[in-house]
């Protein structure tokens, strides 16, 4: 299926500035189940592997083809006319689902990207965990809960690169204006990570490889209406600004697994 960028995610951009995050020494949330057969040395968590939740979905991408409920972004962004999206910038094989950035022939050499959500499957609060790696900078690479509603905000972004391979961000769009919070820190980008949201009515978690890095408890910067998850590349060759996300060469975003759990159990 084919999604286009009207009804799947247009994006504005926006800089990194956000506040440097402490990175819990202590592992308090799941990041999945060592297994060599997986391309990223590790399974997704069990069932039971949060208290308080059981698992309501998992995918380690091991047949052929995108499952049918995940949809491909197509087309341009809104409010990113330097960005456009392609199916065929979403491959699968080897049990991992590749994004790609690259100038396409096929497009007048234009940078094209990759993208896809979960577009069958809103849900309003539970857990969401990710395992994800890229292969080196240039575009913004994302993964995050987006509205199944045609407004924005609301916007969480578990990860977000913006053009690096040396750090990230979480982030927290809300209200009118782009009001938004967030926090980064350091991390290979290029090495398997497992991204986590814990979303609830009180609060918003963020965890990665089972480590908290992130957390918020105003009521008014949660959102409260049903999201998808949607993990995509997004290129900004046309912003002027010293953050804008513009590739020098391909760039490929790997996803192992996903693993989703709502409250209950």
Excluded at 12 to 22: D, E, F, M, Q, S
């Amino acid at each position: 299926m084919s999604t286009s960028p009207s009804l799947a995610a247009p994006r504005a951009p926006r800089p990194h500035h956000g506040k440097t995050t402490a990175l819990s020494a202590k592992v308090v949330y799941p990041f999945g189940i060592r297994d060599r057969r997986e391309p990223s040395g590790l399974a997704p968590p069990g069932p039971r592997a949060m208290r308080g939740y059981v698992l309501s979905y998992r995918n380690d991408f091991s047949h052929r083809g995108l499952p049918s409920e995940w949809g491909k972004f197509n087309g341009v962004p809104s409010g990113d006319s330097g960005s456009e999206w392609a199916p065929s910038h979403v491959l699968t094989g080897g049990g991992v689902v590749r994004l790609t950035t690259y100038r396409d022939p096929r497009f007048g050499g234009r940078w094209v990207s990759g993208g896809m959500c979960e577009c069958k499957h809103g849900f309003l609060y539970g857990a969401m965990f990710v395992r994800s790696r890229v292969s080196g900078p240039g575009p913004d690479e994302a993964e995050l809960l987006w509205p199944v509603a045609p407004v924005w905000p609301p916007e969480v972004d578990l990860n977000e690169s913006a053009f690096a391979t040396n750090s990230s961000s979480w982030t927290v769009h809300y209200g009118k204006g782009n009001a938004f919070v967030q926090g980064s820190h350091s991390f290979d980008l290029e090495r398997w990570h497992t991204w986590g949201v814990i979303w609830t009515p009180r609060s918003l978690t963020f965890s990665m490889d089972g480590r908290l890095w992130g957390r918020i408890t105003n009521h008014g910067e949660i959102p409260h209406q049903p999201m998808t998850l949607d993990i995509d590349q997004q290129t900004r060759c046309n912003v002027p600004a010293s953050w804008a996300a513009c590739p020098k060469h391909r760039a490929t975003l790997e996803i192992d697994w996903v693993a989703e759990y709502r409250p209950g159990g």
